[in-house]
């Protein structure tokens, strides 16, 4: 939504709150994993609509010795990792064509083929950034190679998995659900073929907002301003190419002569 090039250009520098989300993020997705796993929406219906005796037909999975697949090794999907490892899941497979073979051995993954990943994991959780390469990286030749009891999860960007074809795929049972906080547009309509389905939970492209979270945004964004106030190359800076450029090298030189007068 910023235009960085037109941000280098004058000489102003775009700083994101790097890590602020990712426990959140992590935690949220690992809950709604939870929640599918033990078919938890359904087992409230059963109380609330008075049809305890069913309650045999919703037996439900544990995370233990289940297979995580995590797409994009970054901040949240190696927070994301830690997490399960403390529920036991195994293995853990990452596709992250970034990532080294060191960082996956830090995160307790295994860096895999996306095919690969797909074919094997019983939870999906799709969390690399929008980009070029990643538009439509989960269409339905993809979704077609997960077995029929897994289950993915996009807390990333809605564009990344193909929605129509999600939904066919969600429609005719050939994956055992989703749980989906992003969409193609936002916001969602209300008639969302999506929201028919009692395979898939859905939130507002929110749920990983809690205080805990905006007070982390809160903090990292005070870093890079004080960072800048310093007269010091900021946290989180996303055009580093603009530390090149005469015209901010002249804003910090500024910056530390006030500093130090």
């Excluded at 538009?135 to 193909?162: D, F, H, Q």
């Excluded at 969600?170 to 994956?175: A, G, M, P, T």
């Excluded at 960072?227 to 500024?254: H, I, M, S, T, Y």
């Amino acid at each position: 939504m910023v235009d960085v090039p037109a941000c280098t250009e004058a000489d102003v520098a775009l700083c994101i709150t790097r890590g602020a989300v990712d426990h959140s993020v992590a935690e949220a997705t690992l809950a709604w994993m939870l929640q599918l796993g033990h078919k938890s929406t359904a087992k409230d219906r059963l109380v609330r609509e008075g049809r305890w005796s069913e309650r045999d037909r919703y037996m439900g999975g544990e995370l233990r010795n289940r297979t995580l697949g995590i797409v994009g090794l970054g901040g949240i999907g190696f927070k994301l990792a830690e997490l399960a490892r403390a529920f036991g899941m195994k293995p853990i497979l990452a596709f992250d064509p970034f990532a080294s073979a060191e960082r996956a051995r830090d995160a307790g993954a295994e860096l895999v083929p996306l095919d690969r990943l797909l074919q094997e994991s019983d939870y999906i959780s799709i969390n690399c950034p929008l980009t070029d390469e990643t538009r439509n990286l989960i269409g339905e030749k993809e979704l077609l190679l997960m077995k029929p009891t897994a289950y993915l999860i996009n807390t990333s960007r809605g564009e990344i998995v193909n929605e129509p074809a999600l939904i066919r795929i969600l429609q005719e049972r050939k994956i055992a659900g989703a749980a989906i906080d992003v969409f193609e547009k936002e916001p969602v309509d209300a008639s969302t073929p999506l929201a028919k389905l009692d395979n898939v939970l859905l939130a507002p492209h929110c749920i990983a907002w809690t205080d805990d979270l905006f007070t982390e945004i809160g903090a990292v964004a005070s870093r890079c301003v004080l960072d800048l106030v310093a007269g010091n190359v900021p946290f989180g800076l996303v055009n580093r190419e603009v530390l090149e450029r005469p015209g901010f090298q002249k804003k910090l030189v500024r910056q530390k002569s006030q500093n130090a007068a």
